[in-house]
């Protein structure tokens, strides 16, 4: 069982930056494949990013990529994303999700809905 605590969300003007962490129990983080995701009401949760067991592999969508970037500390069972250049349209509950991946090179990634396990959720608002 691996319980994620995010934290960072806020209330932040277009073109600021904030980071979210997601803060992982148990001693296996080293293990999952971590992916942030994001939702606003009435639609569905959509990927944002993920990170690879080593860190090594990181991709991004489209919406983001160039202005967010994840990184994870293995030692800390944590997993981060930096957010700049914040648009209105950011604005959304973001989630950290954890998939297993025990024994899978520290190159796979997965980017899919079907994560093990999710945190409660941070929310971030960008006002125009």
């Known amino acids: 069982q691996v319980q994620l605590v995010e934290s960072g969300g806020g209330l932040v003007q277009a073109g600021d930056s904030l980071r ?3 803060a992982a129990s148990g001693r296996t ?6 992916g942030w995701f994001r939702q606003v009401p009435g639609k569905e949760r959509e990927f ?3 990170i690879s067991t080593s860190g090594g592999v990181t ?8 202005r967010f970037t994840i990184s994870r500390d293995n ?3 944590t997993v981060y994303l930096q ?8 604005t959304a509950v973001y989630y ?8 899978l090179s520290g190159i796979y990634i997965y980017t899919g809905p079907s994560y093990d396990y999710w945190g409660q959720g ?3 608002t960008v006002s125009s």
Not at 29 to 34: D, G, I, N, P, Q
Not at 59 to 66: D, I, L, R, T
Not at 83 to 90: A, G, I, R, V
Request: glycine share 8%; aromatic share 8%.
């Open 29 to 34: 983080f080293s293990s999952y494949v971590m």
């Open 20 to 22: 979210l962490s997601c």
């Open 96 to 103: 950290c999700a954890a998939k297993g991946v025990p024994g």
């Open 48 to 50: 944002v990013s993920a």
């Open 75 to 77: 030692a800390k069972n």
């Open 59 to 66: 991709p991004y969508a489209s919406s983001v990529k160039g």
């Open 122 to 124: 941070t929310q971030v």
């Open 83 to 90: 957010m700049n250049s914040l648009k209105p349209e950011d």
